[in-house]
């Protein structure tokens, strides 16, 4: 974990059912500079497949995806462009 | 043309028309104890042998290998169950495919309250199982069973299970393959030790399986047992279903080289024109090396369950593997660990006769059902 870039944004999907956490990041990372990281705290399960699958179809990076003491994860993404 | 589209085969394909036939016909004559030694006790014995002999033909397999359940499922869970019990003394490991049915993953979980151990074999983007890893797996010592599906229920792909079955073969590990989604509609494939398949998938009545245990295999039945079905499946056989469900078998596949042909050439224009017309679209599943008849897709920011409502009022039933549209909270296993998106999914399967009107129809409408639903959950 010490490795982990800051993330230059995180948006607070907990409690929120898929699509709406992927809805909350297509709508957000672009609020970020290039190469930044936005990390999505979500614990809906469908998230921890969705946000990858969301990065390998809109061609940005997942860079991992880290659990949270509470439940559920913070899924960082960097932005490609 | 029907006002509903019909188009959920992969849950259960409409019966067939000879199956109708068949089963009104056995209902009355077919209803005795074939146990039994008096007239129509011979009678429903005779019907249900040449329901048997023919269903074992279809399949490939001999009459006495072939015995009937009262599902797909229930067959899954015998076979891999009671294959893992007439095999304890070689072992007590099981592998697996991760995008098997669940009646395979709810078996499993019981051999592991039982103190047995399951392996799981991953897949990839396209759900196909990594023969690689599968093929390491069964060669390890302890291994007593291992189980592939012939094809997916969910996105469709076909499963390497010759390759699979060749490297059991290697170290005398029996292999259990699900034929439930390609029984009736293509070759069984290869090398089985044992395999299940259900009737109501081919155009036979719902309640109805078949398990079938290769020649020398070992198999010890896990429930009490029972004189029916050679002390396989406890139980009074469904005669006049069963007689129908073998109807059903002989019809499909008389059909199935025209008519699985048709179907795989409207999944194909599915899978070409989906995402030309609806933007933030994925079809999943192998394109090519797949069953006939199912293609699945996922709708980027589309709630899935959203999505089945507007299509329903639009006049087509289609299912899907999302979370919130099944009876669990969470996403389908199957898309999970092929690692697609779980959301926005819709699955779309064929039954026999579906007319290419439908079809276009299906793709006329579904476009501007995904851009509103979109434009309501603010996606811009
Ligand atoms: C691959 C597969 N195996 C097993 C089954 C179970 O069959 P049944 O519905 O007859 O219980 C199904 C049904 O969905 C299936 O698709």
């Known amino acids: ?81 | 043309m029907s006002l509903v589209a019909y188009f959920d085969a992969a849950s259960s394909e409409p019966l067939h028309p000879r199956a109708r036939e068949a089963l009104l016909a056995a209902v009355d004559v077919g209803w005795a104890d074939p146990a039994r030694l008096y007239g129509q006790a011979r009678r429903a014995h005779l019907l249900l042998e040449q329901a048997r002999t023919e269903v074992a033909e279809a399949l490939g397999a001999r009459p006495d290998e072939v015995s009937f359940t009262s599902s797909g499922t229930q067959a899954v869970h015998l076979g891999v169950l009671g294959t893992l019990h007439g095999r304890r003394r070689a072992g007590r490991h099981l592998v697996t495919g991760a995008v098997e049915h669940s009646s395979v993953l709810h078996a499993g979980q019981v051999h592991e309250r039982e103190g047995g151990t399951v392996e799981t074999v991953g897949v990839d983007l396209l759900g196909r199982v990594d023969l690689g890893r599968f093929a390491a797996a069964v060669a390890r010592p302890g291994v007593a069973l291992a189980c592939l599906q012939s094809a997916n229920h969910e996105v469709g792909t076909a499963q390497p299970v010759a390759a699979a079955a060749a490297a059991c073969a290697e170290h005398g590990v029996p292999l259990l393959v699900d034929a439930a989604q390609t029984a009736g509609r293509m070759p069984v494939p290869p090398g089985w030790s044992v395999l299940t398949a259900s009737a109501h998938k081919w155009g036979g009545p719902a309640g109805v399986g078949v398990l079938v245990v290769r020649k020398g295999t070992r198999f010890r039945s896990y429930l009490p047992e029972d004189e029916r079905e050679r002390r396989r499946v406890p139980g009074f056989e469904n005669v006049p279903a069963i007689v129908a469900a073998a109807a059903a078998l002989r019809a499909s596949l008389a059909e199935a080289a025209a008519e699985q042909a048709r179907l795989s050439a409207l999944v194909d224009r599915i899978r070409e024109t989906v995402p030309k017309i609806v933007p933030d679209v994925e079809v999943i599943g192998d394109p090519v090396d797949r069953a006939p008849h199912i293609v699945t897709f996922s709708c980027l920011y589309v709630d899935g369950e959203a999505l089945l409502t507007e299509l329903d009022k639009a006049g087509f039933a289609v299912s899907s593997g999302s979370s919130c549209t099944a009876s669990t909270l969470r996403p389908s296993h199957v898309l999970e660990a092929m690692g697609v998106l779980t959301h926005g999914n819709v699955r779309v399967s064929l039954p026999r006769g579906a007319a290419a009107e439908e079809v276009d129809r299906f793709l006329a409408v579904l476009p501007d059902l995904v851009r509103r639903i979109r434009q309501d959950a603010g996606v811009a």
């Open chain 1, 1 to 81: 974990m010490t490795e982990v870039t800051q993330p230059a944004l995180t948006i607070d999907a907990l409690g929120k059912k898929c699509p709406i956490p992927i809805i909350m990041l297509a709508e957000q990372i672009n609020y970020v500079p290039l190469n930044a990281v936005v990390a999505v705290l979500a614990d809906d399960p469908a998230a921890y497949t969705d946000v990858p699958a969301w990065c390998r179809l809109k061609s940005h990076r997942h860079v991992g995806s880290y659990e949270l003491p509470e439940g559920g994860w913070a899924i960082h993404v960097r932005r490609n462009y």
